[in-house]
C-alpha cells in the first residue's frame, strides 16, 4: 500500500491520558500536514512539517499539543493530558510540495475518543 | 479565519438524478478542491481546479472555478448508490501559506435505489 498511513486507526484515552497519533506519508513524499475533524464539521489545519522542521503550527493548541517529523519514522502527532475535547478524527496528509500548491493525499484517520 | 460556506448540508435524491452543490467565500482563493469521504476513512481528492473560470471533469463529476475566485461547484450526473459520502470542498490561497486548506463543512448525499 503505497498510500498515506495511519495508526492507529482508533484510540481510546482517559482523561489525563497521553496520546500519540502517527503518519506515514507517501513514499517519496517529505511534506505533512495534520488535520482535526470535529463530528459534522470540516477539516481544520493544524500543523505542516518537513523533514525535521515544523513550518507552520499556527493550528495547533499552543498547550498539549505537539507534533514532530523526524529525519527517520513517521511523524508523529502527540497531546497530553488529554481532555473530552480532544475527541475528534485526526487525519495526515502528505505531498510533494516544492513550491506552491500540490496536491495533499490524506491517510484514513485516527479516530481518539477521550473518556 | 477564513470560512466556507457550503451549500446544501444535505441532500436526499433518488438513483440517476443530478445533483449540484456549492461553495461561497468572502476570500479569494487560488485554487479550489473537492473531496469525497465515506464513513470511517479519509478525504479522497475528486477534483482540483487551478484558475478561475475552469471547468474540469472526472467521469460523471463536473466541477467549475469561479470567476471571481470566491466559488466554486460541483455537479454529479446520473447518481448511483455509490455516490453516497459526505462531500467537501477546500481552497488553497495564494501568498505565503499556499498550502494550507480550507474547509467547507460538507453535503451529505444519500442516493435511494
Known amino acids: 500500500n503505497a498510500g498515506v498511513m495511519q495508526n492507529p486507526r482508533h484510540l481510546v484515552r482517559r482523561r489525563g491520558q497521553e496520546a500519540r497519533l502517527r503518519c506515514s506519508p507517501m513514499?517519496?513524499?517529505?511534506?505533512v500536514y495534520w488535520y482535526r475533524q470535529l463530528p459534522e464539521e470540516g477539516l481544520k489545519f493544524m500543523v505542516y512539517?518537513?523533514?525535521?522542521?515544523?513550518?507552520?503550527e499556527s493550528g495547533m493548541p499552543k498547550e498539549r499539543f505537539s507534533a514532530e517529523f523526524p529525519k527517520e519514522g513517521p511523524s508523529i502527532l502527540r497531546i497530553q493530558q488529554v481532555v473530552r475535547g480532544d475527541s475528534a478524527a485526526y487525519f495526515c496528509?502528505?505531498?510533494?510540495?516544492?513550491?506552491?500548491?500540490?496536491?495533499?493525499?490524506f491517510g484514513p484517520g485516527t479516530r481518539l475518543t477521550v473518556l | 479565519g477564513q470560512q466556507l460556506n457550503q451549500s446544501p448540508q444535505s441532500m436526499f435524491i433518488q438513483e440517476g438524478e443530478d445533483v449540484s452543490m456549492n461553495c461561497t467565500s468572502s476570500?479569494?482563493?487560488?485554487?479550489w478542491l473537492w473531496y469525497k469521504q465515506e464513513p470511517g476513512e479519509g478525504p479522497v481528492l475528486l477534483i482540483a481546479?487551478?484558475?478561475?473560470?475552469e471547468l474540469t471533469s472526472n467521469g460523471r463529476l463536473t466541477a467549475q472555478f469561479g470567476i471571481t475566485r470566491k466559488d466554486s461547484f460541483l455537479n454529479i450526473s446520473a447518481s448511483i448508490p455509490s455516490d453516497v459520502g459526505i462531500y467537501f470542498c477546500?481552497?488553497?490561497?495564494?501568498?505565503?501559506?499556499?498550502?494550507?486548506?480550507?474547509f467547507g463543512k460538507g453535503t451529505l448525499l444519500t442516493v435511494n435505489p
Open positions: 513514499k517519496g513524499h517529505s511534506h
Open positions: 481546479l487551478y484558475k478561475a473560470g
Open positions: 496528509a502528505s505531498s510533494l510540495l516544492e513550491e506552491g500548491y500540490n496536491e495533499q493525499f
Open positions: 512539517l518537513q523533514k525535521e522542521n515544523i513550518i507552520d
Open positions: 477546500a481552497g488553497v490561497n495564494s501568498g505565503g501559506s499556499n498550502y494550507k486548506l480550507t
Open positions: 476570500s479569494i482563493f487560488n485554487t
